[in-house]
């Protein structure tokens, strides 16, 4: 197996995770191999979901990166299929989210308290199908299975995400990296990335990504 590498220099490297690898064990070590050198994870995707991911190749680009990171100069944006569509095609969804470490699931609750964090995004619906709907999707927080539990506490579940309600078992959860725009940890550059996922179900389905739409 070979990591599809989009764009490499002295500092990072941009590549698709493949849905099932571990984001940081399996991609590091199978960046490492192939590519040589340490590899440094500074973002993560869940398993199940794949997508454009940025690695580091030293520490200092690591913590450079981070700090991006942190300092909200790091931007990433997703594609997603739900089952259904919500009332208003765009607009934002704030809630306080729980993680049940022991269960590896997250949860809505509707009180802060010990272990519970804010949580926000940004959708934007660009297209409908029969019985899905296509997002694009802004995270402005990154919180443990953001994406998925919140659209799936409105009704919305990601197609093949069955932790979360979803009756599809016919695809990998339909959540795909698809963007994103940070300045390059050593030079300051602005660098900007984009990947469609393959047409296979349920990305197929829907005209917005045939015309090559990024």
Request: hydrophobic share 35%; glycine share 8%.
């Amino acid at each position: 197996m070979r990591a599809e590498i989009i764009y490499e220099d002295r500092d990072i490297i941009i590549c698709l995770k493949l849905p099932g690898l571990d984001s940081q064990k399996d991609m590091c070590s199978l960046l490492e191999q192939q590519l040589g050198g340490e590899v440094f994870c500074v973002h993560r995707l869940d398993r199940e979901v794949g997508g454009l991911m940025a690695y580091a190749r030293s520490s200092s680009a690591a913590a450079a990166l981070s700090a991006a990171i942190s300092g909200q100069r790091f931007y990433k944006e997703y594609l997603a299929v739900t089952g259904g569509c919500p009332e208003e095609p765009e607009g934002f969804m704030r809630d306080l989210l729980f993680k049940d470490a022991s269960k590896n699931k997250s949860y809505v609750v509707k009180r802060m308290r010990r272990g519970v964090r804010q949580a926000e995004l940004e959708y934007k619906l660009l297209e409908r199908s029969v019985d899905s709907c296509l997002f694009k999707i802004k995270l402005h927080t990154g919180r443990s299975h953001q994406i998925r539990v919140q659209f799936a506490s409105r009704g919305l579940p990601l197609l093949g995400d069955t932790k979360y309600g979803s009756k599809e078992r016919g695809c990998s959860i339909a959540l795909w990296s698809f963007r994103l725009a940070f300045p390059h940890p050593v030079n300051g550059k602005s660098l900007e990335f984009c990947a469609l996922p393959e047409p296979v179900f349920p990305w197929e389905e829907f005209e917005y990504l045939k015309t090559g739409h990024e």
